[in-house]
T-cell receptor, first 118, second 113 residues
Framework: DAGITQSPRHKVTETGTPVTLRCHQT?????MYWYRQDPGHGLRLIHY???????DKGEVSDGYSVSRSKTEDFLLTLESATSSQTSVYFC?????????????????FGNGTRLTVT | DQQVKQNSPSLSVQEGRISILNCDYT??????FLWYKKYPAEGPTFLIS???IKDKNEDGRFTVFLNKSAKHLSLHIVPSQPGDSAVYFC????????????WGLGTSLAVNP
């Protein structure tokens, strides 16, 4: 177990409401990621972070924002949820602590948050 | 446009036999490949990886083979066990974009006792 906790595990919300998903790690790893998994699309990167207050966009970042004010927490926010954001969201951390060794380090994933937007 | 393709959505094998999961890719810039296993209601778990400078990597019952000329890799599980029943994802990374993993859609493996 890589020490990653996602909360909540399940959430149902209405269209137009803000939603924040939390990822908490106990490993002190530098790199953290948010993915979504949808049928027919595999896993797609939303945003990632390479340090406190350092974040960047992934391939499907529209409609999402992130924040990382502490090494251990990476928050994903849907400012105004839409039905197209119904998905399973996974947080991941990189096993490497330093950028020079991070390239081939595998990701370790949390157990996901199932979000339904009605 | 799927750059990483797992053309078999599902596979069923008998316990003790070999499981072979296949993955094809289109981007010749990919230089690192990984296999992940996923159980229901859990996140993917890293299984094994291979660099493009190698053609084989082995870890216990799991072996990954890479054929760069064919842009094809495969995961062999020998012998297969019922606990191996899961969805297996192939993923690839290219040197020009090292933060981004490109994922296949997965193959669901069922190992029957």
């Amino acid at each position: 177990d890589a020490g990653i906790t996602q909360s909540p595990r399940h959430k149902v919300t209405e269209t137009g409401t803000p939603v924040t998903l939390r990822c908490h790690q106990t490993e002190n790893h530098r790199y953290m990621y948010w993915y979504r998994q949808d049928p027919g699309h595999g896993l797609r990167l939303i945003h990632y972070s390479y340090g406190v207050k350092d974040t960047d966009k992934g391939e499907v970042s529209d409609g999402y924002s992130v924040s990382r004010s502490k090494t251990e927490d990476f928050l994903l926010t849907l400012e105004s949820a839409t039905s197209s954001q119904t998905s399973v969201y996974f947080c991941a951390i990189s096993a490497a602590r330093h950028s020079s060794s991070s390239y081939n380090s595998p990701l370790h994933f949390g157990n996901g948050t199932r979000l339904t937007v009605t | 446009d799927q750059q990483v393709k797992q053309n078999s959505p599902s596979l069923s094998v008998q316990e003790g036999r070999i499981s072979i999961l296949n993955c094809d890719y289109t981007n010749s810039m990919f230089d690192y490949f990984l296999w992940y296993k996923k159980y229901p209601a859990e996140g993917p778990t890293f299984l094994i990886s291979i660099s493009s400078i190698k053609d084989k990597n082995e870890d216990g019952r799991f072996t990954v083979f890479l054929n760069k000329s064919a842009k094809h890799l495969s995961l062999h599980i020998v012998p297969s066990q019922p606990g191996d029943s899961a969805v297996y994802f192939c993923a690839a990374k290219n040197a020009g974009n090292n933060r981004k993993l490109i994922w296949g859609l997965g193959t669901s493996l069922a190992v029957n006792p």
